[in-house]
């Protein structure tokens, strides 16, 4: 944000002084200031507080829940998994939380595609980031955050073998995208389609004690 904002003063100051149109100058004033206040809201990290149970798996990001299904996850569990997808457009907040506490037993980043985030190839196809976290209840649970078509970039926080604790942060995904949680066939879902959920609060599954 530093950046912009050094960029958009500086566009503001040479067309202050190359420019002589009043109108010119205040409209450029005005659209760099509601840019910025885009780009300060998109990139906010509001202060969740999280109520840690190894019996829940909480709701990673902000969004809408757009699928809940049973799929052949082939790239680490290689068996039928119940998939979990929350779409996030571009004002939802895009911080990644880890939606169990335990050990990272995998962190893999993929290059692909910037198909829509919704879909159906976009799990496989788009740039993503698969983690698993070793839950001592929930076992591995698996969430892919996948860039979406405007979503160049992600970052990814999780490194193998690291601790993590269920509601912290784990990465950040810039611009429309979706994230994909990945739990056992057989798990309570508590969310339905089209549900609005909260990252780091919403509880979108239970798992057996």
Known sequence: MTVTAIILIAINMITYSLI???????????????FFLLIIQFFRNPKRTTSHNNKHIIAPVDGKVVAIEEVYEKEYFKDNRLQISI????????????????????SKYHPGK??????????????????????????????RQIAGALAKRIVNY????????????????????????????????????NQKVKGGVSVIADVAS
């Not at 779409?87 to 995998?106: A, E, L, Q």
């Open 87 to 106: 779409f996030m457009s571009p004002i939802n907040v895009h911080v990644t939380r880890h939606p169990v506490g335990g050990k990272v037993t995998y």
């Open 114 to 143: 910037f198909l829509v985030a919704w879909h159906p190839k976009s799990s496989e196809e788009n740039e993503r980031t698969t983690v698993v976290v070793k839950n001592e209840l929930a076992g591995e649970i698996m969430y």
């Open 20 to 34: 002589n149109v009043y109108w010119v100058k205040f409209a450029i004033l005005v659209v760099s200031i509601l």
């Open 158 to 193: 999780a490194e193998v073998d690291a601790e993590v604790v269920q509601g912290s942060d784990s990465g950040f995904i810039k611009f429309g995208s979706r994230v994909d949680v990945f739990v056992p066939v057989g798990t309570k879902v508590n969310v339905e389609i």
